[in-house]
């Protein structure tokens, strides 16, 4: 250890392989139009299974370095999410650093359409937290690869109803591993976020026969699933304290931490929210601790994921359904490696998700395209047969 004074850029620098690294990323870009105002970066973690997929987010990061590690540990889930979905898809994501709400134009996201159809296919665009269908039809005006795109213009639209249709499955899973049966009918499901994926999620509780309790900081949208289905309100600040069988995060991140899971009262925490542990790590331990059982939010939401890979091959919405239908046996198969590894949900599905991509990266060692010779062999094989 030297003493040397570094500067903090030049630290930033040095430790940008050692970054890519730790992770395994294949590759990162850093895409820069001084005259749009695009700063962006994308990160292709692996390409293993196909195209890495995943979102462009737009939001005003505190510095270039925040930006940089969000991209690299989005990406890294996708991988994962995509692996263990049984999907044919890599892991990559995209930020874009400006706000959301005035810094959006044609040009910028046209130019970023353009570093991806440089890409030639490696990494597929689609909208997250920050972007929106609009801003991925300017985009599909440069390049194709890109997903999200709606109804009317021949893409997938609206993820919701697929996504609370695979968490209503993973659900009832995680139920069949909890209670032994997988049966919703008379359990008590507290939903905080009342959304688009909580909607449709509350229209599947309620006709299997659960009771819904249901929250959200706009008190209308809660209304709503009220008024439709039959749930009963509870203020945003209660719904940690609601004794129920099933907690379902639907709004933010974040929101099992230190002082949200000692006020559970429930058995199981099953829901479509982004990174919901706090501290990944410390906080799925806590829940276990307390007999809590977790089912993985990247595993149990891969429904919207599924959504827009069904848009690559034509989209259908009846295959995108039945596709979700499956998280019921992947979430299964989660909680049965985690038993018998002794491993945390979160890790069993890392784990799976890894064997996968062990598993196909071999099948890909055996040579079984076209090679240059190809033409040649094909000539040689013609005489000798004439
Ligand atoms: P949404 O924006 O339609 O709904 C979120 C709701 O949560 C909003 O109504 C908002 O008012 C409410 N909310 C925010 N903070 C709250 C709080 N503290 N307490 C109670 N309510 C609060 O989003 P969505 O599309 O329904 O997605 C819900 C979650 O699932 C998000 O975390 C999203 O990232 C994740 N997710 C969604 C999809 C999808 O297909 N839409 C796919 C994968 C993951």
């Known amino acids: 250890m030297t003493n040397a004074v570094v500067n903090p850029e030049e630290t930033v620098a040095l430790s940008l392989f050692s970054e890519l690294e730790k992770y395994e990323h ?193 008190e209308e949208k809660a209304r709503r699933i009220v008024n439709e289905y039959g749930a009963e309100y509870v203020p945003p600040d209660q719904i940690y304290d609601v004794e129920a069988h099933i907690f379902c995060p639907a709004a933010l991140g974040g929101v099992l931490n230190d002082e949200t899971i000692p006020r559970l009262k429930v058995d199981i925490i099953a829901g479509p929210a982004n990174n919901q542990l706090k501290d990944e790590t410390v906080h799925e331990q806590m829940l276990l601790d307390r007999g809590i059982l977790y089912a993985p939010d990247f595993v149990i939401n891969a429904g919207g994921l599924i959504n827009v890979a069904n848009e690559l091959e034509g989209y259908n919405q009846e295959r995108a359904l039945s596709q979700a239908r499956e998280i019921y046996d992947v979430i299964k198969n989660i909680l049965a490696t985690a038993k018998k590894l002794n491993m945390t949900a979160n890790q069993a599905a890392i784990h799976l998700a890894e064997e996968r991509l062990a598993k196909i990266g071999q099948i890909k060692q055996i040579y079984a395209g076209k090679s240059q010779y190809a033409g040649r062999l094909g000539e040689m094989h013609q005489r000798a047969t004439a």
């Open 26 to 218: 294949e590759q990162v870009i850093f895409c820069s139009d001084k005259k749009v105002g695009l700063r962006a970066i994308i990160a292709v973690h692996n390409t293993t299974l196909g195209p890495a997929l995943g979102g462009a987010r737009m939001w005003q990061y505190a510095s270039d370095y925040e930006a940089l590690i969000d991209v690299l540990r989005l990406s890294r889930g996708m991988t994962y999410k995509a692996a263990v979905s049984g999907l044919n898809l890599g892991g990559g994501k995209a930020v874009i650093i400006g706000n959301s709400k005035t810094d959006k134009s044609e040009a910028l996201f046209r130019t970023y359409g353009r570093f991806i159809e440089g890409l030639g296919g490696r990494y597929i665009t689609a909208e997250d937290v920050g972007t929106d269908v609009r801003d991925m039809e300017w985009v599909r005006m440069e390049t194709k690869y890109v997903t999200g795109i709606s109804r009317a213009l021949g893409g997938s639209g609206d993820p919701s109803p697929v996504t609370a249709l695979g968490v209503y499955m993973g659900m009832k899973a995680a139920c069949s591993e909890r209670y032994g049966n997988d049966s919703l009918n008379k359990k008590k499901i507290a939903v905080q976020g009342a959304g688009h994926v909580a909607y449709h999620l509350c229209g599947y509780l309620r006709r299997e026969g659960a009771k819904v309790y249901v929250s959200d900081i706009f």
